[in-house]
């Protein structure tokens, strides 16, 4: 919205500043992270009388998450909110890209408040069946996917780009749409695994999404793209404005979640949150790219699939409670110490995933 403020400028004043997607970024950050920090208290404050007892407790978790019972959950709404409302002012509201990575966020942010309001309201773990978030899920990302395609280079449509790999490029053809719901819903869904701890998910979602914004600042800034021998993908950059705004509405969250959490996340912001990477992989042509910067994600979920195919087989258990960080927890270990550890894997992680940016 802002940006139109360049339509008053004459090249050299103030108004002038709106024009660079960087300047933008930065006012998208501070913007967001000062949303988190007013409402922040407020909004939990609604949150604990409306919810009475909190999120559900599972009985079957590890015995020190009892003392959480009564922690308030919907958390996620603070940097949904935040995030939107930076993106809004900042990005400019022309660019089709902007608007799919927003609409798959806010659509997953509405699936999670429904099943967060169900566990809640009902007082269990179960909220919405699978089935019905699993196929809401999917009919989402079809959007999103016929979305990206409609707006990416026709050289570039239906088709998969591989990291190191300058030239190869593998035309999935009808499978593209698949893939799209693969990545976004699978995305969506790892990030919720992995919220089951304070502070655990959105640190790892905060460096995954800073390191996707620099991925959609350069493929979408032909010199850079060119540079670095990158698909050109146009109008990408103007997503660096919404990961800035996310990484400052996720501080802001992390204020009040960091351990003891005074809210949870809840499944308004994991599924929110996993799906806006998904999608920004999708519309930056980087979707390989992000099973690498979110490898924790990937590990969290590929532990439940794990156990619950080898305990269907054998009746066994392969970690002593699943996803991974409760195997942890089992083991001892404490919880900051498996949340710190976990957030340095996923800084390592989005290390590697951008030194793929080089290595052509």
Known sequence: MLYWLTLLSDGGDVFNLFRYITFRAGGAFLTALVFGFIFGRPLIDVLRRR??????????????????????????LLIVGALTTATLLWARLDNAFVWMVLFVTLSFALIGFA??????????SRGVPGRVRLGIGIVVAV???????????ETLQNQLAVPVFKNLLINLGWFYIPFVVLVIVGSANAVNLTDGLDG????????????????????????????????????????????????????????????????????????????????IAVATKHELVLAIIGGLFVVEAL?????????????????????????????????????????????ILAMIGLATLKVR
Do not use: C
């Open 200 to 279: 655990l998910a959105i640190m790892p979602v905060m460096i995954a999404a800073s390191s996707l914004g620099v991925i959609a600042y350069v493929v979408g800034n032909f010199n850079f793209a060119e540079y670095l021998e990158l698909h050109y993908v146009p109008g990408t950059g103007e997503i660096l404005i919404f990961t800035a705004a996310l990484f400052g509405g996720g501080l802001g969250f992390l204020w009040y979640n960091a351990p003891p959490a005074a809210v949870f996340m809840g499944d308004t912001g994991s599924l929110a949150l996993g799906g806006a990477l998904g999608a």
């Open 143 to 153: 959007i999103a996917g016929l979305w990206a395609a409609q707006f990416h280079p």
């Open 51 to 76: 919810q009475g007892k909190g999120q559900p407790i599972r009985d079957d978790g590890p015995e020190a998450h009892a003392a959480k019972s009564g922690t308030p959950t919907m958390g996620g």
């Open 115 to 124: 099943d967060d309001y169900a566990k809640v309201s009902k007082q269990n």
């Open 303 to 347: 532990s439940v699939i794990i156990q619950v195919l080898y305990y269907k087989r054998t009746g066994k258990r392969v970690f002593l409670m699943a996803p991974i960080h409760h195997h942890y927890e089992k083991l001892g270990w404490s919880e900051p110490t498996i949340v710190i550890r976990f957030w340095i894997i996923s800084l």
